[in-house]
């Protein structure tokens, strides 16, 4: 009897759409998309139902040092999850989880997340535990990208939308592929700005 394999973890287009056509399409410079091309991502060709999860990491590796070239490795891979979640709320689907992250509000969110995370791949396991009212750690398996912080922005950019307020989002654990995060915020905003969405 042969042993079952794991399926291959991919990264549906909807994700590559939100972050590489919607959010940052007009910020790539034309050596950037040259090297998307390269990588497998050629942005003038209609996209593949979905992309392996290396090219998804080398697709990011390529946009954190052509989009952002003057920040620190945090700040540009934490920007491009910041902008990961700008892109997924023009979509169909994140704007319909746009209307209710604005009413649910922070704590209410993060216990969603896990049932949204799937959402843009066939391989995310996420676990949220509550510590209080302003406070969570949230485990995640296999974060997508080469280091935690991509999933910072893209967590703080969900809290936001839900109006939380004075967001800190820190890696307390990463073993390279998968990692625990401390959240932290102050406040809610009493009606939440609605800019951004969740989901990767």
């Not at 902008?83 to 994140?94: D, I, N, S, V």
């Not at 939380?164 to 625990?180: L, M, W």
């Amino acid at each position: 009897m042969r042993p079952s394999l794991s399926p291959e973890k991919r990264v549906f287009a909807q994700s590559v759409d939100a972050l590489f056509i919607r959010a940052l399409g007009p910020h790539l410079s034309r050596e950037g998309r040259r090297r998307l091309k390269d990588a497998g991502l050629d942005l003038n060709e209609p996209l593949r139902p979905s992309y392996t999860l290396e090219q998804w990491k080398a697709f990011l590796r390529v946009a954190a040092k052509d989009v952002f070239p003057g920040q620190s490795e945090r700040e540009a891979w934490s920007s491009l999850g910041e902008r990961y979640l700008q892109g997924f709320r023009l979509t169909a689907q994140g704007r319909a989880s746009m209307s209710l992250v604005t009413r649910l509000g922070p704590r209410h969110t993060l216990e969603r997340v896990p049932h949204n995370i799937r959402a843009g791949n066939n391989f995310n396991e996420v676990r949220v535990e509550e510590l209080g009212t302003h406070a969570a750690t949230l485990w995640m398996k296999d974060m997508a990208a080469d280091n935690p912080y991509f999933a910072c922005g893209f967590l703080a950019e969900t809290l936001r939308a839900a109006g939380a307020g004075d967001i800190h989002v820190e890696p307390v654990a990463c073993d390279g592929t998968s990692a625990t995060f401390r959240l932290t915020w102050t406040h809610a905003a009493t009606r939440p700005v609605a800019s951004h969405s969740m989901g990767l």
